[in-house]
């Protein structure tokens, strides 16, 4: 499905919005640069898949790339000095998650800095590395799903830029 619409503020921009497999979002502007949105949260089809490929196989290890705001978003998180760097409130996130992932059973096998990469994008930069073990899938979504987890959920979208996981 592609859907071409002319944006009613400037008239310049086309958001174009691409259906095949993959939830792209592209954005031609006056000077026609292509733009791509970033990635903060599973598209629901993506959770299904994930919880049907994996939820009968025990542990599952998740690879988490993360970029930081340069500044706290303080629109999503008002009650930090949007002063702080992304990476300052990401790691606050971390520190309140530490409690949840060990009711869980999930622990964090291995936190390091991003580099660029041997073999990739060079225009593809990550400020941090996490791989991550859970239990099962079911008490990963079940963690995601308390609300503990919802109440310090906006500290993680506050702080990132743009993310990848990988099971």
């Known amino acids: 499905m592609l859907v071409l619409k002319r944006s009613a503020e400037s008239g310049k921009n086309f958001p174009l919005d691409l259906d ?3 939830h792209y979002s592209l954005c031609f502007s006056a000077n026609l640069s292509l733009k791509r949105m ?7 089809e993506a959770g299904i898949d994930f919880y049907q490929k994996y939820h009968q196989k025990g542990k599952i290890h998740m690879l988490n790339l993360l970029k930081f705001r340069k500044n706290v978003d303080s629109a999503i998180l008002s009650n930090v000095d949007n002063d702080l760097s992304g990476e300052e409130v990401y790691n606050q996130y971390l520190n309140l998650m ?7 059973g999930s ?5 390091g800095k991003g580099n660029s990469f041997l073999i990739g994008p060079e225009s593809e930069k990550w400020d941090l590395i996490l791989l991550v073990e859970h239990q099962t899938v079911s008490r990963f979504i079940a963690l995601a799903q308390t609300e503990d987890y919802k109440a310090i959920e906006k500290y993680r979208h506050a702080s990132l830029e743009d993310s990848r996981l990988l099971p």
Request: no cysteine.
């Open 98 to 104: 530490d409690t949840m992932f060990r009711k869980a």
């Open 107 to 111: 622990k964090i096998l291995y936190k």
């Open 20 to 22: 095949v497999g993959q």
């Open 38 to 44: 970033n990635y903060l949260d599973a598209t629901q």
